[in-house]
């Protein structure tokens, strides 16, 4: 037998029963549940009679609906207040764990499971949450599914599915200094386009990877469905083991020496052959910006936006001439001519106790620019939030002109009340600038944390490695 | 699920490539906790000219005459033409709701995202992939002929068009067997809850810390 991929591992792992066609009975070892797409999950499982198979592999956190500010009057809007406490309700009728919220531990789903140590390396682990492929940073199989898996997974512990291809992204060179793992993510995008990893579990590898932070590898593997690929993978190192040591969830003493010493094998064989195999070189990336209304429409801060006429592809130019048209650019454009109103520091891409210190080193000391309406920064959980202001980011972030929130998904997909308006322009750490994203009529660039610190302060997109400079 | 077997059915054409979930049902609507009632908020954003709320009647809403699910020529559509990556994005199965509850029975495209394509399969919505040069040709005849018509024929594994030309299409045997009898998955899996109750006993062996409730 030859050589096998870390997903083929973890994948081998999970297998309960396989059909001669390659349908797959697979366990999952956890599950994370959010309001948005469980109701309807838990009315089918109390509709059939059912029960959870195993709750206890199970957390639960509401994060897309809830506000950002003051929370002691709980959600104005009365139907997103019901479907959070539809969630608080399923979760107490049925005996699963909530961080609800009002507790100090709630956050966007993606934060919180790493945060806790609920996420451990070869696991399997699904939510209703196209995002979870996160969780894939720690040697984990993390994908999302729809509601009626999300049903199936409750009734039952396992998925019915198939096997994916195996694709590696290998990112050689070392990350230059104002260059972070946002910027690898949307290179390698705009390189192989959002359809590139469909049918892939997609890992990461190379020396940019290895000298990642799990924070920084959390933030490739989240943008792996960006590239198509539902689930995104890292192989397990000394960097893994290190951030997981002390999580509440984590194992401890002589189990946890059992468990390392398992997740030390997590890796994919040298010899192991993958399906599909692109490299970048990184050493000379430059920070990126998007121009588009898909993450493939990418481009480094110091280019122009593109001219749909020199497309030659019919489909692709009407793509470009759309986007163009939504965006309200012209072409040739240089990206650092490009103003922004708001700007939008947050999510499960970018809202991570480094992503806030490396957006605070920015703006220390300088303003929000007047011509910016509004910057926003929405820790990604409860934890982050009190760790960011034991260090005092959030004073730094306040006396900028920036507003310091409550943490939850917000303006990422603008389902609670921090949107975007018509025509208003976003620099944005989060991961989708589709039309209508952060707010009818609201038009995205995705950007590093850093990069949106800099939008704010020039009020235009600039290479924030002259800020850093003259710091 | 309703059993899926053939449709013959009047096709309307989506000339834009990576559509993605949030174009399919916008954000708003996803704040209901039913699984119906989507179908008049689908393409949202392109469809009407105004923003939708949750709950809102559509009647009054200004129509986006441009957009074309708006034209008469392709009311009552029940197959989708699209084109690359169909369904990218966000994992919401409203978009597949949304696409039913308006009509659609089927999706044709070259190719979609992966978690679309699995929500689709589950709600008796059929996903078909065709090779882009014959999809091409599709949007062209679909453009060019007024009530222009397909059949698409699940046990057979062929999309034939008026004229008789048949293009076949793959589809995993298991979801096929699945969506011709509207079976559903949980049924299916806990025939074998035997079976998953005997791998959590020997994984609890070999892996204890991922049991913690042991």
Redesign the interface.
């Known amino acids: 037998m030859g050589g096998r991929t870390l997903y083929d591992k973890i994948w081998d792992e999970h297998v309960?029963?396989a059909?001669p066609?390659?349908?797959t009975?697979l366990?999952i070892?956890r599950h994370l549940v959010h309001e948005?797409?469980s109701?309807?999950a838990f009315?089918g499982l109390r509709l059939?009679g059912?029960r959870p198979?195993?709750p206890?592999?199970i957390l639960a956190v509401p994060d897309?609906?809830v506000p950002t500010t003051d929370r002691s009057r709980g959600i104005d809007?009365p139907?997103?207040r019901?479907?959070v406490e539809?969630l608080d309700r399923n979760c107490r009728e049925f005996g699963i764990t909530e961080f609800a919220m009002d507790d100090p531990r709630q956050g966007i789903v993606h934060v919180i499971g790493p945060e806790q140590g609920f996420t451990?390396p070869?696991?399997t682990i699904v939510c209703?949450?196209?995002h979870?492929s996160t969780h894939g940073a720690f040697g984990a199989l993390a994908f999302?599914?729809?509601?009626?898996?999300v049903?199936?997974v409750l009734?039952?512990?396992?998925l019915?599915?198939?096997k994916?291809r195996n694709m590696r992204a290998r990112f050689t060179g070392a990350l230059p200094p104002g260059v972070y793992a946002k910027d690898l993510a949307l290179a390698l995008i705009g390189r192989i386009?959002?359809?590139g990893g469909?049918?892939c579990a997609l890992e990461f590898a190379g020396e940019a990877v290895e000298g990642l932070s799990m924070e920084g590898r959390m933030t490739l593997c989240n943008m792996a469905i960006e590239a198509?690929a539902?689930a995104g993978l890292v192989a397990v190192d000394e960097t893994t083991i290190r951030y997981l040591e002390g999580r509440p969830?984590a194992?401890k003493g002589a189990?946890?020496e059992?468990?390392v010493e398992?997740w030390r094998g997590l890796v994919s064989d040298p010899d192991a052959v993958f399906d599909r195999e692109v490299e970048i070189d990184v050493s000379a990336l430059e920070p990126q910006v998007t121009w588009g209304t898909?993450p493939?429409m990418v481009v480094g801060v110091s280019g122009r936006v593109p001219d749909p006429a020199d497309e030659p592809d019919p489909?692709?130019r009407?793509?470009m001439e759309?986007a163009l048209a939504y965006m309200g650019l012209e072409p040739g454009t240089p990206m650092a001519e490009i103003a922004v109103d708001r700007v939008f520091i947050g999510s499960c891409t970018n809202a991570r106790i480094e992503d806030l210190r490396a957006a605070a080193a920015v703006v220390r000391g300088r303003r929000v620019a007047r011509s910016v309406r509004q910057a926003l920064v929405v820790p990604g959980s409860g934890l982050v939030k009190r760790q960011a202001e034991a260090e005092g980011l959030d004073r730094i972030f306040r006396a900028a002109g920036f507003e310091w929130r409550e943490p939850g998904c917000s303006m990422c997909?603008?389902?609670n009340a921090d949107r975007l308006g018509?025509g208003e322009r976003c620099a944005s750490t989060s991961n989708?600038n589709?039309?209508?994203?952060q707010g009818?009529?609201g038009r995205t660039h995705l950007v590093s944390p850093a990069m949106a610190a800099a939008a704010a302060v020039a009020g235009r997109f600039v290479d924030v490695r002259e800020l850093l400079e003259a710091a | 699920m309703e059993p899926f077997e053939r449709v013959t059915g009047l096709v309307a054409p989506l000339?834009?490539?990576?559509v993605?979930t949030?174009?399919i049902i916008?954000?708003?609507y996803?704040?209901?906790?039913?699984?119906t009632g989507f179908g008049r908020y689908l393409f949202d954003?392109w469809r009407y000219l105004d923003?939708g709320r949750?709950?809102q009647d559509c009647a009054g809403r200004p129509l986006n005459p441009d957009f074309v699910l708006n034209q008469p020529r392709y009311r009552g559509a029940t197959i989708l033409l699209a084109?690359?990556?169909f369904g990218?994005?966000?994992?919401?199965?409203?978009a597949?709701w949304a696409l039913t509850d308006y009509g659609f029975r089927v999706v044709i495209a070259p190719?979609f995202?992966?978690?679309f394509y699995?929500?689709a399969l589950?709600?008796g919505l059929l996903p078909v992939r065709l090779p882009a040069e014959v999809v091409e040709r599709l949007f062209r005849a679909v453009e060019a002929t007024p009530g222009y018509t397909l059949t698409v024929d699940l046990p057979e594994q062929v999309v034939v068009t008026p004229e008789g030309e048949r293009f076949p299409f793959e589809i995993?045997?298991?979801r096929k067997q699945c969506l011709l009898e509207g079976l559903d998955?949980?049924g299916?899996?806990?025939r074998?809850?035997d079976?998953?109750r005997a791998?959590?006993a020997r994984?609890r062996r070999e892996?204890?810390?991922?049991f913690?409730?042991a």
Not at chain 1, 144 to 149: A, H, L, V, W
Not at chain 1, 434 to 437: A, I, L, M, P
Not at chain 2, 207 to 210: D, G, T, V
């Open positions: 309960v029963r059909e066609d390659g349908t009975l366990y070892d948005v797409t109701p309807q009315e059939a059912r198979w195993r206890q592999a897309h609906n809007d139907v997103s019901v479907q539809t451990l070869g696991m209703g949450d196209s979870t999302g599914i729809g509601t009626s898996e049903e199936h009734a039952t512990q396992c019915l599915t198939r994916s386009g959002t359809a469909t049918g198509g539902r969830l194992p189990l946890w059992r468990a398992a898909s493939e489909v692709r009407g793509d759309r997909l603008a389902m018509p989708r589709f039309e209508g994203r009818a009529g | 000339d834009r490539a990576n993605d949030d174009q916008p954000k708003q996803l704040k209901s906790i039913e699984r954003g923003e949750p709950g084109r690359d990556n990218c994005g966000s994992s919401r199965e409203h597949v190719s995202a992966d978690i699995g929500n589950k709600n995993d045997p298991f998955d949980i299916i899996t806990l074998h809850a079976e998953i791998y959590e994984r892996a204890p810390w991922l913690p409730d």
